[in-house]
């Protein structure tokens, strides 16, 4: 049973920095916890490029940036894989990236690993194989 309302200590309206879109509490430095969230958001997109390092191989030197802008309105729920597939459909769905063979790349990468049981290493093989035989 939850306590009354009245055992809760009275709230004060809550300040954000601007650009976060999450509140800071009274009394914090909203400059300093703007600072944090990029040190934050660098760390998630350096974790997100070890985990899935094709992402930055297929996005080149748009990932960075791509991804601090995807991480600042969204955050993680399901650890680094997860949040790496759902960059991925981010950019899909905002039919980025804008290069069509880094697009058609993205989206082989997503689907491969998206699905409730992502293709095998023998498919991703043949997919492999198969995009090797096409550059030549």
Known sequence: MAPPA?????LKPLSCPP???H???EGF???RIG???RALAAKRAGVVAKVAPELPEILGKGFRPAFLAYAKSRPMTG???RDALDFAEHLLIAGRPEDPAARRRLTEWWQ???GSRPAGRAARL???ARHALVRR
Request: proline content about 15%.
């Open 6 to 10: 009245s055992a809760w200590p009275s």
């Open 79 to 81: 650890g680094y894989r």
């Open 29 to 31: 430095d909203t400059r």
């Open 112 to 114: 491969d690993r998206s």
């Open 126 to 128: 043949v997919r492999a």
């Open 23 to 25: 509140p800071v509490p």
């Open 35 to 37: 600072v944090q969230a």
């Open 19 to 21: 650009s976060s879109p």
